[in-house]
């Protein structure tokens, strides 16, 4: 029996895959706990359509996410704070307030949690800073800190 997947089934497939089962399996088990659809033509039609958009919607998250790579390689971010006279930041800085910096003074709006940060930045000078773009990507800047 041919189904639509609604929902993912370990060892089966993901939700929105068309399967070929057996019929008690469909019939006892995947379509009342309506983990999946009995495929008609039209829902095949509209499964395909669905994961060609999903498809679509990957590749331009890709893209954007290579322009942002691109955008951020090297960026160089001043940022001013209060210091003492030797350097040191009466307040130090962290991911949250980089990523602020960056969408206010470079309009790249970036989630903190992507922002690697050891530790907080507290002192004067220029630090370099890596961003998770993706899975695997990151872009390194440079985070200068000037005195107040």
Avoid: W
């Avoid at 033509?41 to 994961?51: D, G, L, S």
């Avoid at 980089?98 to 003074?105: D, M």
């Avoid at 000078?125 to 800047?141: C, F, L, M, P, Y």
Wanted: proline share 1%; net charge positive; no cysteine.
């Amino acid at each position: 029996m041919k189904i639509i997947l609604l929902k993912n089934v370990e060892k089966l497939g993901k939700a929105g895959e068309i399967k070929n089962v057996a019929d008690g399996f469909a019939l006892n088990f995947l379509l009342p706990k309506k983990m999946a659809e009995a495929a008609t033509e039209q829902k095949i039609k509209k499964a395909r359509n669905q994961e060609n958009k999903k498809i679509l919607a990957r590749e331009k998250n890709l893209a954007e996410n290579d322009k942002l790579l691109a955008r951020l390689n090297g960026l160089k971010l001043e940022i001013k704070a209060k210091a003492s006279d030797s350097g040191k930041l009466f307040a130090g800085l962290s991911a949250e307030d980089i990523a602020k910096e960056l969408k206010t003074q470079k309009n790249i709006d970036i989630a903190a949690k992507r922002i690697r940060l050891e530790k907080h930045i507290k002192e004067v000078g220029e630090h370099g800073v890596e961003i998770d773009v993706e899975n695997q990507k990151r872009a390194s800047i440079v985070v200068a800190v000037r005195g107040l």
